[in-house]
């Protein structure tokens, strides 16, 4: 079973998409929350295994605060950012905290559903040490098979992240 949780101001929102997007699955539970405050709450009791928040949201706990607690609750759940206002200040904390799926309002009920589809069937990736390949070599791999991917690079104590989405790195 797959719980979804997701976090919006809009109370109409909420109510159309815990109804309307999978209804027909009894595989999937959708829960939803009127905050940031209530997201919490949710996650303290519920293992979620997606977590989709709008970023500006009015209270104490915003998008950016919910999603980084989660992260720390919950390190194996995958986020997705919903926003009115897709700026580039949005994008680059996504990257930096390894969030690739983002999805601007307004948008679809199959638009989101297929989104969601999309990031539960992901397999999970490949942890390891690869000391035959070049970075190069898999970089040009990801991106000659137009793949969406994040690379988290650790080095003595550098770290850094690349994210190939659909082949471009960006």
């Known amino acids: 079973m797959y719980h979804i949780l997701i976090v919006d101001e809009e109370e109409h929102l909420l109510w159309a998409l815990e109804r309307n997007l999978f209804p027909q699955r009894e595989d999937v539970q ?34 950016f605060q919910l999603i980084l607690r989660a992260k720390e609750m919950v390190p194996d759940a995958r986020v997705m950012i919903i926003t009115a206002f897709g700026t580039h200040r949005i994008q680059n904390f996504a990257e930096r905290i390894g969030i690739s ?63 190939v989405g659909n082949g471009e790195v960006t």
């Open 30 to 63: 959708v829960h939803t929350a009127i905050s940031g405050e209530t997201g919490l709450e949710i996650l303290e009791r519920q293992k979620i295994d997606l977590l989709i928040s709008d970023i500006k949201m009015p209270g104490a706990v915003d998008g």
């Open 101 to 163: 799926h983002y999805i601007e309002k307004p948008f679809t009920v199959d638009e989101l559903r297929s989104a969601i589809l999309e990031i539960l069937d992901e397999k999970e990736g490949f942890q390891g040490v690869l000391s035959d390949l070049e970075l190069t070599d898999i970089i040009q791999m990801l991106c000659l098979a137009k793949r969406t991917a994040l690379l988290h690079l650790k080095h003595r104590d550098h770290r850094g992240r690349i994210v």
